[in-house]
């Protein structure tokens, strides 16, 4: 993997310096069924193409982000705040 | 053999790589080789008349100098113990020791080369088709086969410290190669303002030109001359600009976004480049005839670089076998070294009036053969005759010609070197009219340029080169007016050059389908044409597969020697177009590269407490603790442990991990990520912080101190700071709370003072209130310690009146004195972790991922007066939650055993003879004289008294379960 992120606070950055943290996966309200944190816990997207992930600067401004990758190409095409 | 030891050096030339004026010796299988500086090791022995450099890997057949630029295998040594280095790119160092591989006794007399008269017994393929019957027979040759066959040997007694280091560079452009076409590109992109990175593996810069006797004239921008007097010119535009910075090594590989990977002599460097100029030129490949593998056979460029670079005579009568004009300017370049031609042998049917080199050829005598090819080489071991034979429209007619000679240079068959573009994944179409694979789509952010594209003109290439470096340029810089003219002037005349290029340029089919046995395809692997043909006769047919069962373009060249004879007579065999066969991919690296080179240092960094010094000057043994270095033992663990418990000590802990959290939310934040409430927790109060995944399990445990109504000090478990402020932060991200967290391990320093004498000694230290009653147990205060301010933290990990002292690290010795000397009336020793943990154990504290593990919950680890259901929300509640009404299955409980008798920490806890639990820690008490310990057991098993059995070295031991801690149980101690 040598594929470039573009930090929204550091720029274009080798994605060596960030930590990968999945994809966005919204937490169910403590309310929830059991079910639902159960899909919460262990059922994910996986897509193919486009995904919004989180990553963090963890070798720069130590930030999490969100990012808008091509799972197929590795292209991000946008990284914004939370 | 036709060379001598002394006679081999022609005189003295310009332009050439070595330097006369200073002699280098170094050995070759033993042997003193006299070199002079700039000598490769292949240059030095052809020199001294060493034409076998190596052994061919299956059939042990001699092999010599073929390409002399570190493209094929056939010079494989060992230099200094390092297998696999190729001769003709490395220097000559003084007292060097090289050695040949792969023979038996000597490469000059290889007594293994008998199996290439048992070659039918290994046809392609052979390891799915011989040797298997009957079914043990694979089992005895396979070991043998693997022995008889390969390359050098890796010495595994040598040091596994690798001497490479990695770095990383940035550049606007990078240009791969150092040729007349990446010369030009990095001087035009470094005129319009870029910064350039120029990686060429040669040893000088200059590409082709450093060999080329042949005068220019008409080379735009660069004065008339030969090729090395361009060279030179262009060297020195290079040098001195700049913005041009060039590295000496290997471009093995090209990744995404322009990452370019480059191996040098001791080092990997990631070049991150914005465009990448792809300028690697083309190799010259062999002709296939039969024995085309005898040494004396070798590729026109080799010839000239030996007599051109290195002044060394490649043989005294050469034949040159040509499919194109390049093959008169390489025999011309011959006799002008003092090479007697014997003939051009040109496969094309007529003589190129029009070329004033081959004109010149003609008028010095130099027979030329039009329409003839070489079919056979004659040796045994070096080559002494070539026999041709004459085409006619193409098909190779019986008669014969027989010409002596010692050298066979051949040449007229080029392909573009275009690893680089495969791997960035450029795409290829055939172009009929050169007969070449040639770029046709390239990847966003790279160029090509120079003899890549087909070209081979002088004019043309350097032409490319300045339109390629100005394009590169303009993609982020803007170009001026002036430069934008004379970009399009450049144009135009690239286009003109391109033109009159094609129109004048005819190229012959590499292979004629000739006669002959062992005519090699593939040098690496020792592959025959007739391997070939019978691999597609069996049904290999396409070409990805057809590799991956022949194993051509699959050896240490990577294809550059073989893959266009490969292609062609793929596609000669299976009918089809040279388009329609396609081509093999070539992935990184495109170059073998060292694994040391790889693998880089072995880099792991330490943390050491600034008390890391004193603390082994005072006898320390030291041990490792996550990143951190712990001073484990001073003295003996269970005497500092019994100081703690009957006067004073101190132990470092430094490497507690510690998280200052800042802002309004802060106090929101942590109730989130703690399991149980700290938004109610008062300022100057301390309260234990037990940390969860949203699954349940724990993650972590510290404390948490309020300094302000905004603002926490929080500390980790040693080595989980990093990870548990990554987590803190996502957390700050995700839920958009206001609050800062940072990580401040490393600037305060942290010494624990406790024991009985603890208030003493700090006494003597502070002006703070630190009696019993004003400063209590989980409290802090804010003050001085020896004059260092510094926070202190009433806490009692190992269950003893004491302070966790957090100060600034640069005083850590100042402060570690202080309390010594202060202590020393109360007889105060420094404790290690050692005496930490039997402390801690004996207050039956739990260490997290020592005592839990990664499906352990805070109800298993029985601390669920640590987890707070009432809270509105926090990290873990349903997954505890979900663990709380399945119940639990498993649970922490301590045990204490009926003597001295220790279990070992992951010793069984069993039942009937079978484990259903184990043991996380255990230590000897000093204090209870007893084994004690933690283990995990079965929730059953967690009632007060009950017994366990615990599996000891294969002897069943008993242990009796107890829940509260096994010394001071209600914490009188830690209070008073």
């Not at chain 2, 600009?241 to 001791?266: C, E, H, K, M």
């Not at chain 2, 040159?320 to 042998?345: F, M, N, P, T």
Request: one cysteine or more.
């Amino acid at each position: 993997m040598a594929f470039l992120i573009p930090c929204p606070n550091c720029g274009e950055r080798g994605v060596t310096e960030f930590r990968f943290g999945g994809e966005v996966n919204p937490r169910p309200a403590p309310s929830a069924s059991s079910d639902e944190w159960t899909s919460y816990f262990y059922r994910r997207g996986n897509t193919s193409g486009l995904q919004t992930e989180w990553w963090y600067h963890r070798y720069g401004c130590r930030k999490w982000f969100l990012a808008k990758r091509d799972t197929t190409t590795n292209q991000v095409t946008e990284t914004r705040w939370p | 053999m036709a060379l001598t030891q002394n006679g081999n050096r022609l005189p003295p030339r310009p332009g050439e790589a070595i330097d006369r004026s200073h002699a280098v010796s170094f050995t070759y299988n033993g042997r003193g080789i006299r070199a002079f500086a700039g000598d490769t090791v292949a240059s030095a022995l052809y020199a001294s008349g060493v034409t076998i450099l190596s052994r061919s890997f299956k059939y042990h057949r001699p092999r010599g100098l073929l390409c002399a630029a570190g493209r094929c295998p056939n010079c494989l040594v060992t230099v200094d113990g390092v297998p696999n280095v190729r001769a003709c790119t490395t220097p000559v160092r003084e007292g060097m020791a090289v050695r040949s591989q792969n023979a038996w006794p000597s490469v000059d007399t290889d007594a293994l080369n008998v199996i290439d008269k048992f070659d039918f017994a290994m046809p392609v393929g052979f390891y799915y088709k011989t040797f298997h019957q009957p079914k043990l027979m694979w089992h005895i040759a396979q070991p043998i086969i693997r022995r008889l066959g390969g390359l050098g040997a890796v010495d595994i007694t040598a040091d596994p410290e690798s001497h490479y280091h990695h770095d990383n560079r940035h550049a606007d452009v990078a240009v791969a190669g150092g040729g007349p076409a990446g010369l030009s590109a990095a001087i035009a992109a470094a005129s319009a303002g870029a910064k350039v990175v120029l990686v060429d593996d040669q040893p000088s810069l200059g590409g082709h030109l450093r060999f080329d006797p042949s005068r220019h004239a008409d080379v735009p921008g660069l004065k008339a001359g030969k090729g090395p007097e361009l060279a030179a010119q262009l060297t020195e535009a290079v040098r001195a600009s700049s913005r041009i910075q060039v590295i000496a090594g290997t471009v093995f590989g090209v990744y995404q976004d322009n990452l370019v990977a480059v191996l040098t002599r001791d080092s990997v460097i990631k070049l991150r480049a914005k465009r990448l100029i792809v300028a690697t030129g083309s190799n010259e490949v062999p002709h296939v005839f039969e024995n085309n593998d005898l040494p004396g056979v070798m590729l026109s460029t080799a010839a000239v670089r030996l007599a051109y670079l290195y002044g060394v005579k490649p043989g005294r009568k050469a034949v040159v076998a040509c499919g194109d004009d390049y093959g008169y300017r390489a025999a011309l370049a011959l006799q002008g070294a003092g090479v007697k031609i014997a003939a051009v042998v040109d496969a094309r049917g007529g003589f190129p009036a029009s070329m004033s080199e081959a004109q010149a050829l003609r008028d010095s005598g130099v027979r030329v053969l039009n329409g003839y090819v070489v079919i056979r080489a004659e040796g045994p071991k070096h080559l002494s005759a070539v026999s041709l034979c004459h085409l006619r429209e193409g098909v190779p007619l019986t008669e014969e010609l027989r010409l002596d000679c010692d050298l066979l240079a051949t040449s007229g068959a080029f392909e573009p070197a275009a690893g680089l573009l495969h791997q960035s994944g450029g795409r290829f179409a055939f172009d009929e009219a050169l007969g070449e694979m040639l770029p046709s789509d390239l990847p966003r952010g790279v160029l090509v340029t120079g003899e890549v594209t087909g070209i081979r003109d002088l004019r043309a290439n350097i032409l490319q080169g300045r339109v390629a470096g100005l394009d590169a340029a303009s993609s982020f810089h803007v170009l001026s007016y002036e430069v934008r003219q004379d970009l399009a002037r450049l144009r135009h005349d690239l286009a003109e050059a391109l033109a009159a290029y094609r129109a004048h340029t005819t190229r012959s089919s590499p292979i004629a389908d000739m006669p002959g046995k062992k005519r090699f395809v593939c040098f690496c692997e020792d592959v025959t044409v007739k391997d070939v043909a019978q691999a597609v006769d069996e049904g290999f047919a396409d070409i990805q597969s057809l590799k991956r069962y022949s194993t051509v373009t699959m050896g240490p060249c990577q294809g550059k020697m073989c893959h266009r004879s490969f292609v062609h007579l793929c596609a000669a065999k299976t009918g089809q177009s040279v388009q329609k066969t396609g081509s093999t991919t070539l992935r990184p690296p495109l170059a073998p590269v060292p694994l040391g080179a790889l693998a880089g240092h072995l880099h792991t960094p330490i943390k050491r407490t600034p008390v890391d010094k004193r603390s082994r000057d005072m006898g320390a043994r030291m041990t490792d603790l996550g990143p951190w270095r712990r001073a484990h033992v001073f003295s003996n663990p269970e005497e500092e442990a019994l100081a703690i418990r009957q006067r004073v000590g101190i132990i470092d802990v430094t490497s507690l991990g510690k998280l200052d959290v800042r802002g309004k939310d802060c106090g929101a934040l942590l109730d989130k990520v703690y399991t149980n409430k700290m938004s109610d927790l008062q300022a100057g109060r301390i309260r234990y912080g037990l940390m969860c995944a949203d699954s349940g399990t724990i993650l972590d445990d510290g404390t948490v101190s309020r300094l302000a109504l905004d603002h926490f000090f929080v500390t980790t478990t040693t080595g989980n700071v990093e990870a548990i402020e990554e987590w803190v932060r996502w957390w700050t991200a995700g839920t958009n709370m206001c609050a800062h967290v940072n990580n401040v391990t490393a600037a305060y320093a942290a010494i624990n003072l406790a024991g009985p004498k603890a208030r003493d000694t700090l006494r003597k230290l502070t002006d703070m209130d630190i009696s019993a009653d004003s400063f209590k147990y989980m409290r802090f205060g804010q003050g001085h310690v020896a004059g260092v301010p510094a926070i202190l933290l009433r806490i009692g990990f190992v269950g003893e009146t004491g302070w966790e002292i957090h100060f600034p690290a640069e005083y850590g010795e100042h402060v570690w004195d202080a309390l010594l000397n202060a202590g020393e009336e109360f007889g105060i020793i420094p404790c290690g972790l050692e005496a930490q943990r039997i402390l801690r154990l004996e207050k039956k504290h739990i260490i997290v991922n020592q005592d839990t593990d990664s499906v352990t919950t805070p109800l298993e680890a029985d601390m669920e007066w640590a987890v707070k259901f009432d809270k509105e929300d926090f990290v873990g509640r349903g997954g505890i939650r979900a663990v709380k009404e399945r119940g639990i299955r498993n649970k922490v409980v301590g045990f204490v055993m009926r003597d001295g008798l220790v279990p070992e920490d992951g010793d069984p806890v069993v039942m009937g003879g079978s484990p259903i639990g184990r043991v996380t820690s255990s230590r000897f008490s000093p204090a209870l004289r007893k084994g004690v310990g933690i283990a995990y057991v079965p929730a059953d098993y967690a009632e007060e008294g009950r017994e366990l059995l615990i599996s000891i070295n294969g002897r069943t031991e008993p242990a009796t379960v107890t829940l509260k801690p096994f010394y001071d149980p209600e914490g009188e101690r830690l209070r008073a």
